[in-house]
């Protein structure tokens, strides 16, 4: 791979492998609209929430401005809801485009009957899609993050762009979901919210993604372990660590190994049950180990291209070490994690 092209992939830090001890470069402006559709039909962007709720119930939540992995890109809206008993409430509505809308300077988001706007302290959520939906508050407990420039990839030359931000690292998110016989379940717990966008389609970049997320009492961990489509590519690696609701470290300095591969006999495609990330830079060093316990979640995602791709979300055991100029700590729990596959050739995916 020439020159230019790895340093398009190592965009984080400018064209080489960097990190950054308590990062504060994030804006609000990161969290707005970035609008390509004047100059390109593969302009996509969307904004992403989660929430584990204290009740047992789980909730995921995705506003896609424009949806990627729909031909044509139009806005449309879901969410899931998984409740402690294993059932599961899945909700698509595609949005008519005259309601939506999308501000240029902040997260403000509507959607037909939906929305989600930055409040500046807080971010408030509202979901309808049929009469099922949520009010949502999410509150940050860990500051916003933007890893180094908050391109993933970036080339001058092509004039391709692929971005990622996270406002909400860890958040407390209170609320409620409602139904449409009439009913209402009170929530409260952790929450995380992320935003994608660019104005290419990610396959002819990338070919698949690991990401995932820790919130523990005292650390919170979000990481992406993303694959290129070329051989010879680069991988790109963000890894933020939190602790006591201070950010430590940004980086993309991260070694991953894949184990355990296993395969979904619903999709006939293999994952890595066990994932292995470390790093070892300015004062941190790092160490968790992902144990996949449940497939939660499979997809075989809308034909936009001339072979398959793939969702597949799960839930993990953790087991974590860190330190942190010299001050040792290990922890474990359970997380969310998912993998995405942009491509029907698997080879070269274990990383």
């Not at 989660?50 to 424009?66: L, P, Q, W």
């Not at 031909?71 to 449309?76: A, L």
């Not at 899945?90 to 037909?112: F, H, I, K, Q």
């Not at 993604?209 to 790109?236: A, F, Q």
Request: with cysteine.
């Amino acid at each position: 791979m020439q020159e230019k092209e790895i340093k398009n992939y190592l965009a984080y830090f400018r064209g080489i492998r960097g990190a950054e001890r308590n990062p504060s470069n994030f804006q609000r402006r990161d969290d707005a609209s970035h609008k390509y559709e004047d100059s390109t039909e593969e302009y996509y962007e969307w904004w992403y929430f989660d929430a584990s709720f204290s009740n047992g119930y789980h909730m995921v939540i995705t506003f896609h401005y424009r949806n990627m992995f729909l031909k044509p890109m139009v806005p449309s809206l879901q969410f899931f809801i998984y409740a402690p008993d294993g059932t599961r409430i899945d909700r698509y509505e595609l949005s008519e485009p005259s309601t939506v809308w999308a501000n240029p300077d902040y997260c403000d988001v509507a959607m037909g009957k939906s929305w989600v706007k930055d409040m500046g302290d807080h971010y408030e959520l509202y979901l309808n899609i049929n009469d099922d939906g949520a009010r949502l508050t999410f509150t940050n407990n860990v500051p916003p993050w933007k890893p180094g420039t908050g391109y993933n990839y970036k080339s001058e030359e092509k004039g391709m762009v692929a971005g990622w931000v996270v406002p909400v690292p860890n958040g407390n998110v209170k609320g409620e979901l409602f139904f449409k016989d009439g009913s209402t379940i009170p929530v409260e717990g952790q929450g995380y919210h992320d935003h994608n966008w660019g104005n290419y389609r990610c396959h002819k970049t990338f070919s698949a993604w690991y990401w995932g997320r820790v919130h523990n009492e005292k650390y919170t961990v979000d990481y992406g372990w993303v694959l290129p489509s070329r051989d010879d590519g680069m991988v790109v690696s963000p890894l933020l660590i939190a602790r006591d609701n201070k950010i430590v470290l940004s980086t993309d300095m991260v070694n991953v190994d894949l184990e355990d591969f296993r395969t979904d006999e619903s999709l006939g495609k293999s994952y890595a049950g066990k994932i292995i990330l470390s790093a070892d830079t300015l004062g941190v060093k790092f160490r968790l180990e992902i144990d996949t316990t449940r497939v939660i979640e499979t997809m075989k995602l809308p034909k936009v291209v001339d072979w398959g791709q793939y969702y597949f979300r799960f839930l993990a055991d953790y087991n974590m070490y860190v330190s942190i100029d010299g001050v040792e700590d290990s922890v474990s729990g359970e997380m969310l994690h998912e993998y995405v596959l942009l491509t029907d050739n698997e080879e070269g995916q274990n990383g």
